[in-house]
């Protein structure tokens, strides 16, 4: 058992599979109790979910009514946590984002106060980020980043976990500021959300039609939360799934050897080693949370797309004709795997 980054304390071996238990069957509560009001797309809330226990922030990408408000709300509900939605606008400034200074007047005393913005919250959902101007954003994307805001040049920590899932609409482009790629890479995961099939279009209607609307109680409280992000670390992941993340990462650089014709012809610039811990660290939380304390190259290929899809830079040719990077991570990952055997 390794010492987890970012000063997570060892934990003892035994300790490991009791934790792994209680952890199962928090996962199982926090799944069913999401699924009340936000129904089918299991996948994506898994996602969600993994995303929350690696530390890290989502981008959502969906078409307008797809449920993306009832997830997050229900998701912030079961984990107990404060939830926030801030939409975004051509015309939100930072401090809308962030809070601002306020001069008071006290007892003939005048001092600035702090008004703490949308973004002290637990779980906060960043409607149509790419609505707003690129210093709106940015002003966002800093506290994912750093977990603090700085206005007129003292800090403020934000309120611990905090868990940002920005959305973006991919059919309405017009009049939009699309995140630069050093933005995007701020995104553990890039999630999309399809529209449902048939079966799952009547659940929908059948629960949302009705009288009274299901509703979301906690299941999870603030301690087994940080308990669970503790052990996502510590989980083992072999020479050989290191191996393979490092290879699929380098195999998505078009002047890597060995790289495939289509990236090769089609990539302008490949992932970074942020890419790659993006793809182990989700692969290892949903190693865990499907009950497994090793990393298995199914949780690989699970999490690659997710993972790359948004730090892939396209060339003309492919960005012109708007080919999903998706199919590039695949061929990469077809190939590292290759290289593997
Ligand atoms: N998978 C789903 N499960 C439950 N309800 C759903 C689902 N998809 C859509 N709905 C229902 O559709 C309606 C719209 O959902 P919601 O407001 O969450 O969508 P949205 O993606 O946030 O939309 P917008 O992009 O306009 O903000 C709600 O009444 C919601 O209950
Ligand atoms: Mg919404």
Avoid: W
């Amino acid at each position: 058992v390794t010492a987890g980054a970012r000063g997570v304390a060892p934990v003892p071996a035994g300790e490991l599979e009791r934790r792994l238990a209680a952890m199962r069957e928090g996962y199982a509560r926090l799944v069913a109790a999401v699924g009340r009001a936000f129904l089918g797309h299991e996948e994506v809330v898994e996602l969600l979910l993994a995303a929350i226990l690696a530390d890290g922030h989502v981008l959502l990408e969906g078409p307008p009514g797809l449920g993306k408000t009832t997830l997050v709300k229900s998701l912030a509900r079961a984990l107990d946590m404060r939830f926030g939605r801030i939409q975004f606008t051509p015309d939100l400034m930072p401090a809308d984002v962030v809070g601002t200074r306020l001069l008071e007047e006290q007892d003939g005393q005048r001092r600035f106060t702090f008004e703490r913005g949308p973004v002290f919250c637990n779980v906060l959902l960043a409607d149509e980020i790419n609505r707003a101007t690129p210093r709106t954003q940015s002003a966002l994307l800093e506290a994912m980043q750093e977990h603090q805001v700085t206005v007129f040049g003292q800090r403020h920590a934000l309120e611990e976990p905090f868990f940002v899932i920005a959305t973006q609409n991919p059919i309405e482009m017009e009049g939009t500021y699309p995140l630069p790629e050093a933005q995007l890479d701020r995104f553990l995961l890039k999630v999309e959300l399809r529209a449902p099939g048939v079966a799952e279009l009547e659940r929908i209607l059948v629960a949302t039609t009705g009288g009274a609307e299901a509703e979301v109680v906690p299941v999870l409280d603030r301690e087994e939360l940080v308990a669970i992000k503790a052990v996502v670390r510590e989980v083992p992941a072999s020479s050989e799934i290191v191996g393979l993340v490092a290879r699929l990462v380098h195999l998505t650089h078009p002047e890597a050897e060995g790289a495939p014709e289509r990236v090769r012809r089609l990539v302008r610039y490949g992932a970074s080693p942020r890419g790659g811990q993006a793809v182990l660290l989700a692969a290892k939380a949903r190693a865990l949370v499907r009950g497994r304390l090793h990393v298995a190259e199914e949780d690989v290929a699970a999490v690659a797309r997710p993972a790359l899809r948004h730090r892939l830079v396209l060339g003309y040719e492919a960005e012109a004709s708007g080919l999903p990077p998706d199919g590039l991570v695949d061929e990469a990952l077809q190939a590292a795997r290759r290289r593997n055997a």
